[in-house]
């Protein structure tokens, strides 16, 4: 929750998701480690060999990854901490939590220009997170007995391009980002009250103020649609919009497993269950 609006000042609330997850592993190599710098896993690495003063170091790394890339999921964060813990770990070197968040976000800065740093503490979290700009992080305890379902579009997400949208509105965008602010509020309200019901409502409202900034798409309006008439409590587009995913809450494990294949049946490419 929080798209967008977490820019102008108002909270935003994301998730890890502990079932999805990423691994590099290192090898020795003939060569020594080149520096893209339009590549965030091969910032990670070399911010991580330069921090150990070892840039010299003739190694390669190969990267399996669950998480899809440019879908507003953390992919690039995600990819970033893998290949920095498989790093000091090839040259058995300690990683303290705060080493690795600089690294990660160093990195991050090459694949966001100026990331909140959201994605990379979502990311090392077991918990959910809260952040406001300026005022930083906190955490939120989740214990819904529900589940998120995740559905990937299959159409890459364009963040920059997205904000380009909302900036291009100027005064007009306000009063809805303002609502999207509002609506975060509510939302962590409503999972402190272990309130679904006005948690799914709440989503589905956000995902109709996403679409009015002209962030969101129709395939991911589609999905969104698909969902609340199949039984989700509430959906909504993630992430930074104009394609990514779209994540639905659902009471119980079997209606969402169900929902997951009608959404996989008319176009989602990807789906992913994860316990709230």
Wanted: net charge negative.
């Amino acid at each position: 929750m929080g798209e967008h609006s977490v820019v102008y000042g108002y909270p935003a609330i994301s998730l890890p998701l502990n079932n999805i997850e990423v691994t590099c592993r290192v090898f020795s190599s003939e060569s020594t480690w080149t520096l893209y710098k339009d590549d965030t896993l091969s910032m990670a690495v070399f911010a991580s060999l330069e921090h150990l003063g070892k840039q010299e170091a003739r190694i390669r790394c190969q990267v399996e990854s669950m998480v899809p890339e440019k879908r507003g999921m953390g992919s690039s964060a995600a990819v970033s901490i893998a290949a920095i813990r498989a790093v000091f770990d090839y040259f058995e070197e300690e990683l303290d939590d705060q080493t690795l968040e600089i690294l990660v976000n160093r990195a991050e800065m090459i694949a966001h220009m100026n990331p909140s740093g959201l994605d990379a503490k979502t990311c090392l979290s077991d918990v959910a997170i809260k952040f406001i700009r300026n005022l930083g992080f906190s955490e939120i305890e989740l214990n819904l007995n529900a589940y998120l379902l995740i559905a990937d579009t299959g159409i890459y997400g364009h963040t920059r391009e997205a904000i380009k949208v909302v900036e291009n509105q100027g005064q007009k965008a306000l009063p809805l980002l303002q609502e999207l602010g509002n609506l975060t509020k509510i939302v962590e309200k409503a999972i402190a009250a272990k309130d679904l019901l006005t948690m799914g409502l709440t989503m589905t409202k956000a995902h109709e103020k996403l679409t009015q900034l002209g962030v969101s798409c129709p395939k991911a309006d589609a999905l969104v649609s698909l969902a609340v008439e199949n039984g989700a409590l509430g959906a909504k587009m993630s992430g930074g919009g104009l394609g990514g995913c779209i994540i639905a809450l659902v009471k119980e494990k079997g209606e969402a497993e169900k929902l997951a294949v009608l959404l996989r049946e008319k176009g989602a490419v990807n789906t992913w269950i994860e316990s709230l």
